[in-house]
C-alpha cells in the first residue's frame, strides 16, 4: 500500500512540515533528537513506510511492518499527557468519519472490536515546552505477526475499501490542530469527546504491574483515569505509570 506524500503535503497546507524516510528506526526516536539539536521544531513531522526499531509506551517495542502508517509530530506549549489525549481523540474521530466503530482504551490505544489498530506514544522533549507525539496504525490484517495476532488487528480487516493512509494521516493532524487550537477554552470538550470514545469506564479493570482490580470511574481534565479501589478509595491513574486491563466477564 502506497503513500502519497504530496498528497499528504497538499491536504495538510502550510500549517505542518512533513518529511518522508524510506527507512528509519523510529519516527519518535529521530523527530526527538532533530527537536533536541535544533533541526526539527513544531509543526515537524516524520512519517516513514517502515520501522526497524518502533517504540511503544512503558519501553516496550511497536512492530512496524511495510504497510502500516507510523507518523510522529512536534507539538508545542501543551502538557505531553494532554496531547496523548488530543491525539487519541483525533484519532477517534478520524475512524469514526472513515466508518469505522473504534473505541479509545485509557490512555493511548485505539481498538476496533477489542483489537489494537493504533498506539499513540507522546514523548517530552525536555524543554517544558514541546512534545513528540507519535501514532502507529495497522492498515494490514496479513502484516501483523502472529504472536501478535490475539490482540491486534488491521483496518482491512473491518471495511471493504482500506482508507488511503495520506488520507487518513492528514485528517488526524487537521483535527490534532484545531482540537490543540481551542485551547484552553476547549479542555473540557475535548475531555468529553475522549470519555465518549472510552468504553471502560463503569467497568473493573486491572492495574498491571500492582495487580490490583478498581473500578474506573470517570477521566479528569488531565486524561488521568479516576478509579475505586475495592475499600471504597480513589485512585488516580497517570499514563505515564501504569496500564490497565479491562476485566471481562464473558
Ligand atoms: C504503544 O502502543 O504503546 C504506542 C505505540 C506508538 C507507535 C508509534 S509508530 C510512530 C512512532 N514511532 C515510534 O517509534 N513509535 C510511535
Not at 495538510?12 to 519518535?28: K, M, P, Q, R, Y
Not at 517502515?50 to 511492518?65: D, E, M, T, V
Not at 492498515?139 to 502472529?146: L, T, V
Request: hydrophobic share 40%; net charge neutral.
Amino acid at each position: 500500500m502506497v503513500l502519497d506524500v504530496s498528497t499528504l503535503k497538499k491536504e495538510v497546507g502550510s500549517a505542518w512540515d512533513v518529511h518522508l524516510f524510506e527507512e528509519i528506526d523510529s519516527t519518535n526516536t529521530r523527530l526527538l533528537e532533530d527537536v533536541k539539536r535544533g533541526k526539527a521544531d513544531t509543526g515537524t513531522v516524520y512519517i516513514a513506510k517502515s520501522q526497524s526499531a518502533g517504540r511503544g509506551r512503558l519501553g516496550r517495542s511497536f512492530i512496524s511492518p511495510d504497510g502500516g502508517l507510523y507518523m510522529s509530530f512536534c507539538a508545542g506549549d501543551i502538557q505531553h499527557a494532554l496531547s496523548t489525549v488530543i491525539c487519541a481523540v483525533a484519532v477517534f474521530d478520524t475512524l469514526c468519519s472513515h466508518g469505522f466503530s473504534p473505541e479509545i482504551k485509557w490512555v493511548n490505544d485505539i481498538l476496533i472490536e477489542g483489537k489494537k489498530i493504533c498506539g499513540i506514544l507522546a514523548q517530552s522533549t525536555g524543554d517544558g515546552k514541546r512534545a513528540v507525539i507519535g501514532i502507529g496504525i495497522n492498515f494490514i490484517d496479513a502484516a501483523i505477526p502472529e504472536e501478535l495476532g490475539g490482540i491486534a488487528a488491521g483496518l482491512d480487516r473491518f471495511c471493504r475499501k482500506t482508507p488511503k493512509k495520506e488520507l487518513v494521516a492528514s485528517e488526524i493532524l487537521k483535527r490534532y490542530k484545531t482540537l490543540s487550537d481551542s485551547l484552553p477554552d476547549g479542555r473540557d470538550r475535548i475531555i468529553a469527546r475522549y470519555k465518549e470514545g472510552v468504553a471502560l469506564l463503569g467497568h473493573k479493570v486491572t492495574v498491571l504491574g500492582t495487580g490490583e482490580t478498581v473500578l474506573a470511574t470517570d477521566v479528569d481534565s488531565t486524561g488521568a483515569l479516576i478509579t475505586l479501589t475495592e475499600d471504597g478509595k480513589t485512585l488516580r491513574l497517570t499514563s505515564g505509570e501504569v496500564s490497565i486491563r479491562k476485566i471481562t466477564t464473558n
